[in-house]
T-cell receptor
């Protein structure tokens, strides 16, 4: 069974700092990997989707990379802002078409 | 395009009762997936429906069931509610294409007392 882990579980940084969130998965037979953010008590907002054949995707201040062979993905956030404070989740769609979520990283950006 | 909608947003039920939650996907999306989110277990996959057929199922007891209608709207039913069923229930829709990107609704917060 696929297991997805996110480290660290929580992160607190001053505004303006660049930061990296990590996601690792145990089975490299994935179809794609998706990064989401979740605000307290709310649903998930899709940030970036990386297909298994891709190495990275960029959207504004966000850049996500994927190394399928090592079972890792990183989400890079440039010039962090207080509005970036949220929980960030990664999820992999396995070859069996099931979706597995990581445990999330709770990010706080201090003004 | 309107996003994924879920109703109701909040629900309080008593142990032993049953509940039905509804999800309307983004127009044109034929796949609807359901997830349970709790502080202890995180996000767990319940099941996925595609063109009115259950395509995938997670590891939940038979008290959790679902269905999908011809217009792709989906319902999830939980029978004989237990305290541990208190959770945020999220549904997501995705298109048929290569991306299979998931779009989530705001969720239904279920409290079982």
């Amino acid at each position: 069974k696929q297991e997805v882990t996110q480290i660290p579980a929580a992160l607190s940084v001053p505004e303006g700092e660049n930061l990296v969130l990590n996601c690792s998965f145990t089975d490299s037979a994935i179809y794609n990997l998706q990064w989401f953010r979740q605000d307290p008590g709310k649903g998930l907002t899709s940030l970036l989707l990386i297909q298994s054949s891709q190495r990275e995707q960029t959207s504004g201040r966000l850049n996500a990379s994927l190394d399928k062979s090592s079972g890792r993905s990183t989400l890079y956030i440039a010039a962090s802002q207080p509005g970036d404070s949220a929980t960030y989740l990664c999820a992999v769609r396995s070859a069996g078409n099931q979706f597995y979520f990581g445990t999330g990283t709770s990010l706080t950006v201090i003004p | 395009k309107a996003g994924v909608t879920q109703t109701p947003r909040y629900l309080i039920k008593t142990r032993g009762q049953q509940v039905t939650l509804s999800c309307s996907p983004i127009s044109g999306h034929r796949s609807v997936s359901w997830y349970q989110q709790t502080p202890g277990q995180g996000l767990q996959f319940l099941f996925e429906y595609f063109s009115e057929t259950q395509r995938n199922k997670g590891n939940f007891p038979g008290r959790f069931s679902g269905r999908q209608f011809s217009n792709s709207r989906s319902e999830m039913n939980v029978s004989t509610l237990e305290l541990g069923d208190s959770a945020l229930y999220l549904c997501a829709s995705s298109s048929d294409g290569d991306l299979l990107e998931q779009y989530f609704g705001p969720g239904t917060r279920l409290t079982v007392t």
